[in-house]
């Protein structure tokens, strides 16, 4: 489980922000959503407002950045650039990017960040906090050179050489690939523990659920079961491997005809029962999924193999604009799953962006469940939390968001800032 990610000079975020899942000590929904990791309370989703143009989805394309250059230091060459997006506006520019993440995995709590320039990686640390223990540092690189833990607890790198590191590439990295196992574990965590996907452009999460439904019966009856549970009409699924031919490609330039011709791609096809007269079920129809199904079907289905597959290893998934076609009640459906105990049973996180205020509840979810983002008038992003938000009573005093009151109201009418300055 994630306990925190920081980033700093990334795009619209100029200095850093912090999105931290450490629970705040109140009983809202009966202290559900979260989970227990040792001495710490993690939460189990997290819900980003703001305006467009606010930095939600740079916050969660950072994250992002950061899994995918962990993931491809190993492919990196020499003469490879690292993709530096820093912040421009401003006229005292910051010369490198900064990622950090806390997290949880069996029990044992690493921190691992670095920073990076468009050619090389500036500084780059690793610390490992065992149950019961201190947080160590483990190794942490600068321009001059690696220090390694003096008590040998990251003696897996002893023989590795710095010569042997390019300056574009992580020294975690590099380590793992020589076969040190606790930097796999760090390697294996942001590989196989998050998936980050669109609402809006959402191919691979669609792809995956097909290949699921494909090739694994029992989760392709997990993935029917959930929508069976939203109510969508949809009582059966069904997958078939088809080669593309000419037919399928009419109307496209015989460039890209060449291109996917002769390839090979997953036909879903869905089931719905038919009824007689006396409105019993009589028979079946077969649909094909992506002509037949609404569009909002279709954006569940996407993110239903992702959610199972979330859900089953207890790892973190980034939805930018979950609610985008789907109704609200199923959206907080969707929410009220990673909130459940007995239906997240791994831990699993979910974190999302948003417009849809009607999950701005207490039913839905928890006060410190909610983070807004705005800019401030050097058009820099800021993040922060509905816990720290002082509203003004008619008497003159302010107040924290209570867990009675209306929040969804008040964030509409302006009270907790972060929505857009509309002049009328």
């Known amino acids: 489980m994630i306990i925190e990610f920081s980033v700093e000079n990334e795009r619209s975020i100029r200095d850093k922000m912090t999105l931290s899942f450490q629970a705040s000590a109140i009983s809202d929904m009966s202290y559900a959503g979260v989970t227990v990791v040792g001495h710490r309370k993690l939460l189990n989703a997290m ?6 143009s606010s930095g939600k989805s740079n916050f969660l394309s950072a994250f992002a950045k950061m899994r995918r250059i962990v993931r491809h230091s190993v492919r990196m060459n020499a003469s490879d650039e690292l993709p530096f997006d820093p912040f421009l506006l401003s006229v005292n520019s910051k010369e490198y990017t900064t990622f950090e993440v806390e997290f949880v995995l069996d029990s044992k709590v690493y921190k691992y960040g670095f920073s990076f320039s468009r050619t090389k990686i500036i500084e780059e640390h690793l610390s490992l906090k065992m149950p019961t223990r201190s947080l160590k540092m483990l190794f942490k690189r600068t321009d001059t050179g690696v220090e390694l833990d003096k008590s040998g607890a990251f003696s897996e790198a002893n023989s590795v050489q710095i010569t042997q590191l390019n300056p574009n590439r992580l020294y975690l990295s590099l380590v793992g690939q020589l076969g040190g196992q606790i930097a796999n574990e760090v390697l294996n965590w942001f590989e196989k523990s998050i998936i980050i996907t669109s609402g809006v452009r959402d191919t691979p999460s669609s792809e995956y659920t097909k290949n699921l439904i494909l090739k694994d019966a029992a989760k392709k009856n997990d993935i029917v079961a959930l929508m069976k549970h939203l109510q969508l009409g949809v009582d059966d699924l069904s997958a078939e491997k088809i080669q593309i031919n000419e037919a399928d490609l ?6 890209l005809k060449n291109l996917v011709l002769g390839s090979s791609s997953i036909k879903i096809k869905s089931m719905h ?6 409105g019993e079920k009589e028979g079946k129809m077969e649909f094909d999924f992506f002509s037949r199904e609404s569009q909002g ?6 993110l239903s193999g992702p959610i199972l597959r979330i859900l089953e290893c207890g790892g973190i998934l980034c939805v930018d604009e979950l609610d985008a076609q789907i109704h609200p009640l199923l959206v907080a459906e969707l929410v009220r799953i990673f909130n459940e105990p007995n239906q997240n049973k791994r831990g699993a996180q979910l974190i999302f962006t948003t417009q849809n205020s009607s999950i701005l509840s207490a039913k839905v979810m928890r006060r410190d469940q909610f983070r807004f ?5 050097c058009d820099e992003s800021r993040m922060f939390n509905l816990m720290d938000v002082q509203i003004l009573s008619e008497d003159g005093s302010s107040h924290a968001p209570r867990k009675d009151s209306n929040w969804e109201k008040s964030y509409l009418e302006g009270r907790f800032g972060a929505i857009p300055d509309i002049i009328v």
């Open 297 to 302: 079907t279709q954006k569940i289905f996407n």
């Open 250 to 255: 009419d109307g496209l330039p015989n460039e």
């Open 273 to 278: 029962n038919m009824y007689n007269e006396s």
């Open 47 to 52: 819900a980003i407002y703001g305006p467009n």
């Open 373 to 377: 983002m705005e800019k401030n008038e």
